[in-house]
């Protein structure tokens, strides 16, 4: 990820980036903006497989940490995405805490559409949960039209739903949603052949 912002095929939108020292780790730190910010190697053909990460946000403020993984990236505004909500990873509420990942699909199934057309379906608890302040390793498998998503190394998936977008190609990247920045570490794609 230290390319990001030195490669020209490495496509941000919406933030910038650079490469600090963080808990650890050597990372790509996301900056914090208005709207949604995407960072993706453009011209990558990613069609199934896995997509693994270390990903650092914050418990605190609550609305104020969303950070994922987007893959079928087609541009900024184009993509699905695994995202995470650090602030209910531990939430004493139980509606919060439910809500800790999330898959969307832009432009037609953003959270909000999902949550009011399909709750519970897209959303989920992260069990066991992480601490919201570490960093936390995520891998996503793509197997059309199957997304599972595994976090900290566990065998059972904490949430697995079925593609929204026609799309069964595009290339991936990092995500992070509204007023949100983030730090990853360590991406690692393995593509099924």
């Known amino acids: ?84 909500r650090p602030f209910n990873f531990r939430a004493a509420d139980p509606v919060r805490h439910s809500h800790a990942v999330q898959y969307v699909s832009h432009p037609r199934w953003p959270w909000q559409t999902l949550r009011s057309e399909h709750p519970n379906e897209y959303e989920r608890a992260v069990v066991p949960e992480p601490d919201g302040d570490e960093w936390f390793h995520v891998r996503v498998v793509v197997e059309r039209p199957k997304v599972s998503v595994f976090v900290n190394g566990a065998s059972a998936p904490c949430l697995v739903v079925q593609e929204l977008s026609d799309r069964v190609h595009g290339s991936l990247g990092l995500w992070v949603g509204e007023s949100s920045g983030g730090h990853f570490a360590n991406l690692r794609v393995t593509r099924a052949r």
Do not use: C
């Open 1 to 84: 990820m230290t390319a990001v912002g030195k490669d020209p095929r490495w496509k941000i939108a919406g933030r910038t980036t650079s490469i600090v020292d963080i808990k650890g780790k050597h990372a790509l730190k996301v900056s914090e903006a208005e709207g949604m910010g995407v960072v993706w190697l453009d011209g990558y053909d990613f069609g199934n497989g896995a997509i693994e990460a270390d990903m650092l946000g914050r418990s605190q403020p609550v609305q104020g940490s969303f950070l994922g993984v987007a893959f079928r990236v087609l541009d900024a505004q184009t993509h699905d995405a695994v995202y995470f």
